[in-house]
Structure formats: C-alpha cells, structure tokens
C-alpha cells in the first residue's frame, strides 16, 4: 500500500507557528537542559549535546505539542474536553495538559497497554477508556468518544499544532548551542523530527537533520528509499514510542529535509542506554537510546570529526522493573 | 570494643580547609548542579534540593577529598605516588586525582571487590593490588606497597585533607540553596557528614546537619546513642559505600554537630532509589538513596513543614547488571 502525499513542508508548519507555540506553551513547560559527557565526547570523538526532554514535564517532548494544542482551544472547546487514543507519551501529556488548562482529557488506551502508562495518565486527571489492541478499535472508541461528549480530536503527531510544539525543542536547542553541526532525533510517527526539520532548516545554515530508526520499524528508512511514503506494519522494537507510521503532514519533512535516516537494532539500542545510564547518571527511554545509537553507528553518514552534535533525548519514561536488558 | 577519643570538632577541621580545598580543586572538579522534583516535593511536603555528586567526575563526591589530598603534595611526594584501600568510590577517585597530578596510584582491593569497580580504577590509569576480603589483609598489603615505594597513604576519610576537600560540597551547596533549613547525607566513614558538618556549623545560622545509616551498618546512630565511638561489625546492607565505621577525626562531627542520624531498612533505601530514578530520571546509588529515604521516613525528628531540605547525592555509581530490585 502507498500513500499519495503533496505536500512540500514549508506547506505544512512554518517557523513562526513554532515561535508562537514557544510562547504559548512557555508558562507550562520545562526549558529543559542541555546535557554534556566528556567521557562519551571522547569515545566517539565528537561534542556531542544532549537535549534532555525526558527531564521535561510529564517526562517526555510530547508535552510540548499537547500544550500547545489545548493552549488553541476556545471556551467553548474547552467546555467539551478532548480526545486522543495512544499508549504512550502523548497520553500523559495530553492528560497534564487537558488538567492545566481546566478541561476533561478522554484518553482511548488499548487494553495491552503496560500499567505504568496507565497510572500515569490516571494521576495527571485523565480518563482512561481501555479498547482492543489494534488501530480499528482505537479509531472506532476515539470516535465513538468524540460523538457522544463533543470533545476535540489532539492527534499525536499528524498535526501542525503538535508539530509547531514539538518544534520548540529544536528552537531552545539552538538557542542553547547556536554551532550545531547535525541535529539528532528519533522518528515514530515523525512529530519530533518534523518540528525539528521546521525549526532548524529556517533558523540555522549549518545543522543537518538526521532521523533514527530500530531496524524493526523502519518505515521513514524505507520511505526515503522508496521516495514514497510506505505504512509501518507489524513492528518489532523494544522502542514502544517509534512503533507508528509516518503520516501526511510528517512525511514530507523526512522526505525533502532530513538528511539521513540510520537504523539501528535493539541490540544497538540497549547498549547506548546502559551507556549513557552509566556514564551521565541520566534515565532515557529506549525510543530515546534510539538517537545516540545512531550517532554511534558505523551507518552515519561521513560527518568528519570533532563536529558539534545534538541529540534530542525525547523522553525517560522507563518501566524499571522491566528494564530491557 | 571502645576507641577513646578526645577531639572536638574545631581542633580538626576548620572553615579556612574547606575554602582552601575549594581553591585548590575548582580547576578540576564539577560544581555539580542542584536539582528539584516538584513531585517529590508534593509528596513529602518539603522543598527538597539535591546535590548531585553523582554527577561529580568519578561519579561521587569523592572526588573533591582525593583531589584536595593529592594536591597537596610535594614535588618529592608525587615522585614516589600515593597509595589507598578501597573497594568502592575512593579508589577511582583516587585514582583519577593521580592522574590528573602526574603520579601513580597503588589501590589495594579485596578480591571481592566488583569488576565494574576494578574497571573503573584501570580506566583511569590506576595499578590495582589484589588483596583477601578483610580488613588485616588490606592494611598489610597496603602497609608493604607503602614501604617499596614510599607512596603516600591517602586514608579514604580519616584525614584532614579528605574532610576539607568533602566539605566543598556543602560550600557550593549553600552558595547554590542558601536558605536551607536541614542538610542530609549518608555516613559511611563520615568523611562527608564531617566536611557537611564543618562547613554548615560555620556559614549557616538555620540549618541542621542531619546523617542518615542503612539499619545493617548503624555504627552512627549507636555511637551517638552511647556517647562513644563503637565500630561497625559486620555490616549487612546493600548499600556498600556505608560499610565502614567512623575514624577518631570523624566521630566528634556526628557526636556534636550533626542533630540525628536517621536509620533506614534496605528496602527503604532501593524504593528511594527507584521513587528518585522514576521522578527525576536520575541514577543515584544505594548509599544516597539512604538519605532521601531517611527524609521520607517517619523517624526523622519533627522539623514541620514546607521546610528547604538539602539532600547530598553521594555517588552514583551503580552496577546496571545488578540492580537492587
């Protein structure tokens, strides 16, 4: 199956919808820190940066666009609450987010989802409705749900409200270390490394975008290839928050602005998170472990030496009594 | 057994080490950052500040008495280098402070003692000595590498070098979080509480040094209850960088400074450290995590609420393959 898509990014999300949503979200959000190793620098023999947004509220860069979208909500919207299904990251931000800002988040979970996540989205406010393990049936509850209480739609990443958010990561980041060389990021549904192409291709003329994938769901690796946009199906990845599929309004950024995709296993993975637990003290998700991997990997384009390389960490939001290793 | 001792707290150490050894380490230490969880905050109903040592280089605030100790030596001294016994945190401290001078560093371990430490002390280009598990055999082997090479013995914490350089933390703690109510840290040797102790007495007017001890190595709280310095036997704790018993130079801290030590069960200690590691990200070892869970126990002495609780993050170097859960 392809999917036909024609949109050009600059169609999409501009630089002054992610500086707008810099500002909304300003008040509610973490400007999270900029991280740095010595001992990994010299291991790799480059600067490396790391952007920690798994030290940002709710524990991960999803918060980023879930404020951002409610924060465009009207009284009215607002009065009716919103809707999303996920199973991960972008359902506790959508759940802090809908708290702040008044409003009831109806959160469509798949009864598979781990009790961690669960909790998580239960603590923050929101209300869980469980559905069966396949994207039918979270379609089928989400809709269902927004027929019967009105409320809004917060997809996860196909949006330009939540790729505006996530741009604001990127944006701090270069204002944090202006001299980048290449800009890391992992790509699931491609919300973070859309917001990321937006941000750094209108604001800086050195930084590359390089996406990164686990190998067992590689569809952006395959899209790019393919020069079309190619559905993820039957993931196979430790990597819960990179299981999805590209969509509409995300793939164009892959296609025409990042500069590489790099896969990598779960293997590969594991190590980089064991590495940087080990070496910074600093807890990130496997999703997240996705990106150093991929700047560790003998896959990366040449990128010469000693180069100046950010890392989006998107999130830490760990099962430890499940850790992958 | 009784050790008689007849020092009072200003005959050891006084403020003008501590700024010394500030000056003498800047150039080669971290001043590691303070960090807050609003959650954490929320549940215990305090402030909480966190000194991250764990993030200090070698991963614990050991770091800053080996530095202080090895700068402090001659031309002549470093000649010959310096020697240690030490299975945990010093030794790779130690180890890299010699580095870093030029010199070389003979650490006698107990054959016990984990890879992932041994590791640690060859990384930084440290000779180790293997030795048998017990106390005799490390004072031996240390004793007869001191007299065929002349090195200098840098104790692990019964030295007035090793004290001052601890007692930097507490310095930038209070330059960072100058409105502390309470400090809290972990006693092993009480190296650290000293110097927190030494530091605190002298710059703070409001703020009460508190000690927290695991439950199977109370040496601490025994001592002050008795009024004496009793050794620790036998010590049964996961937390393996509080094994030991106080020095002669560091009892009369915790006999007259510090307000109370606090006991805590292992269990305590690894749900602290899984609560700190799930809510901040950040990796801390049993022997810190002893001193959050001694916040959040219901022996420490009513100190009311809402107070700005200082909490030393000693170390944070934690074997990943073993975790304590």
Chains 1, 2 share one sequence.
């Not at 559905?131 to 409320?151: D, F, I, K």
């Not at 079309?228 to 509409?248: A, C, E, R, V």
Request: glycine share 8%; with cysteine.
């Amino acid at each position: 199956m392809t999917l036909k898509v024609h949109f050009k990014p600059t169609d999409i999300v501009q630089l002054a919808d992610v500086k707008n949503a810099s500002r909304s979200i300003r008040p509610y959000i973490h400007r999270t820190p900029v991280l740095t190793c010595q001992t990994l620098d010299r291991m790799v023999g480059h600067n490396l940066f790391f952007k920690c947004e798994n030290l940002q509220k709710t524990g991960a860069f999803k918060f980023r666009g879930a404020v951002n979208a409610v924060s465009q909500l009207s009284e009215a919207e607002l009065a009716k609450g919103v809707v999303t299904h996920s199973s991960g990251n972008h359902a506790a931000a959508l759940a802090r987010a809908a708290q702040i800002f008044g409003t009831e988040a109806h959160i469509v979970m798949p009864s598979s989802a781990s009790t961690i996540k669960r909790k998580a989205v239960i603590e923050y406010g929101g209300r869980v409705i469980e559905c069966e393990p396949n994207l039918e049936s979270r379609l089928e509850y989400a809709e269902r749900v927004q027929s019967e209480t009105g409320a809004t739609m917060i997809p996860p990443f196909n949006d330009v409200r939540i790729i505006a958010g996530q741009g604001t990561a990127a944006l701090e980041f270069l204002q944090q270390v202006p001299n980048l060389d290449l800009m890391v990021a992992p790509i699931g549904g491609g919300g973070l490394i859309s917001g990321t192409c937006v941000t750094t291709a209108a604001t800086s003329l050195r930084c590359k975008v390089i996406g990164a994938e686990p190998e067992g769901a590689d569809d952006a690796f395959r899209s790019k290839e393919a020069l079309k946009l190619l559905p993820q199906t039957n993931p196979q990845t430790i990597s819960d928050g990179l299981l999805t599929s590209m969509g509409k309004l995300t793939w164009p950024y892959v296609r025409d602005i990042v500069r590489q995709v790099v896969t990598v296993s779960d293997q590969e993975t594991v190590s980089a998170m064991k590495l940087f637990l080990e070496r910074t003290k600093v807890l990130i998700e496997p999703s997240s472990a996705v990106a150093l991997a991929a700047v560790i990997s003998p896959k990366l384009m040449n990128v010469g030496h000693d180069r100046n390389i950010g890392i989006i960490i998107s999130g830490g939001n760990v099962d430890l009594d499940n850790l992958p290793w």
